[in-house]
């Protein structure tokens, strides 16, 4: 199973955005959600790219050449 950082980050940033209190205890929430945050957008970019796989066949034509795409 995959992690799905995107929706991550965005209840993250979400939960931010409810804490507008000006208490200490939302002030250190907010930190330490700002820490989390840059964390998930660090691994959602820093993930591995999809590998590139060629399809099989004798040779490779563009969607132009195929007959379904020529004009009549």
């Known amino acids: ?7 991550a980050r965005l209840h993250l940033e979400r939960a931010y955005h409810y804490l507008k209190g000006s208490d200490d205890t939302s002030r250190k929430t907010c930190e330490a959600l700002d820490v989390l945050i840059e964390a998930v957008a660090v691994a959602e970019c820093t993930r591995p790219k999809g590998e590139v796989v060629a399809f099989p ?16």
Do not use: I, L, N, V
């Open 1 to 7: 199973m995959t992690s799905d950082y995107s929706a």
């Open 57 to 72: 066949g004798p040779f490779r034509q563009g969607a132009q050449g195929h007959k379904a795409f020529r004009s009549r």
